[in-house]
């Protein structure tokens, strides 16, 4: 059983644009929404997090959107820029820390 | 900057061979986590760690043991390896917080023939 789902898969936008990432869960217990940007090759790096009495996180150009009633939370990559091309996995952990459950995770390309 | 490495970065057993990947972490963190990614599942947990000496079945622990003999040091066992264990593994360490964060490393990629 998916605990974390992501959609898209994958997802093509222009530079400049805003990419939204999207991520839904079903564990009302989860608490804690970190965000991994990961490069081919290399190992998933935390880009930004949010808990759930925040519904909004702000970093920069990335943004994390949270909505507890619905479940659901995205993240934003405002200005998108070619660098920003990488996999992207949404995580959530309960209350009684114990293990991370990551989604799936959606494939950003971002065209000069 | 924390700083997990993952040895060796490439490996290629035969089937029934035993297999050892090995993670190395210097930043004194209490947790350590071994994890598989492969194309369509992202990251499955299969054993994690609290400290030396102790270790925990996490949700894909099955033809796989793992091994914490110090803070810094923890260690996946394939003792019977099978081609569906081919995927690329990623050992992590972290810290119990409320707001734990994750350091990867850079990830071994084995090829179970």
């Known amino acids: 059983q998916q605990q974390v789902r992501q959609s898209p898969q994958s997802l093509t936008v222009w530079e400049g644009e805003t990419a939204i990432l999207n991520c839904s869960y079903e564990?009302?217990?989860?608490?804690?929404f970190p965000w991994y940007q990961q490069f081919p090759g290399e190992g998933p790096a935390l880009l930004i997090s949010?808990?759930?009495?925040?519904n909004k996180k702000e970093d920069g150009r990335f943004t994390i959107f949270f909505n507890k009633r619905e479940k659901k939370l995205s993240l934003h990559i405002a200005d998108s820029q070619p660098g920003d091309s990488a996999t992207y996995f949404c995580?959530?952990?309960?209350?009684?820390?114990?293990?991370?459950?990551f989604g799936k995770g959606t494939s950003l390309t971002v065209i000069p | 900057e924390a700083a997990v490495t993952q040895s060796p970065r490439n490996k290629v057993a035969v089937t029934g061979g035993k297999v050892t990947l090995s993670c190395n972490q210097t930043?004194?963190?209490?947790?350590m986590y071994w994890y598989r990614q492969d194309t369509g599942h992202g990251l499955r947990l299969i054993h994690y760690?609290?400290?030396?000496?102790?270790?925990e079945k996490g949700d894909i622990p099955d033809g796989y043991k793992a091994s914490r003999p110090s803070q810094e040091n923890f260690s996946l066992i394939l003792e019977l390896a099978t081609p569906s264990q081919t995927s690329v593994y990623f050992c992590?360490?972290?810290?119990?917080?409320?707001?734990?964060?994750?350091?990867f490393g850079s990830g071994t990629r084995l090829t179970v023939l």
């Open positions: 760690s609290y400290g030396a000496g102790s270790t």
């Open positions: 564990n009302s217990a989860f608490d804690y």
């Open positions: 949010i808990l759930s009495v925040s």
């Open positions: 995580a959530a952990r309960d209350t009684g820390y114990q293990n991370f459950y």
């Open positions: 992590a360490s972290g810290v119990t917080t409320s707001a734990e964060t994750l350091y």
């Open positions: 930043n004194n963190h209490n947790n």
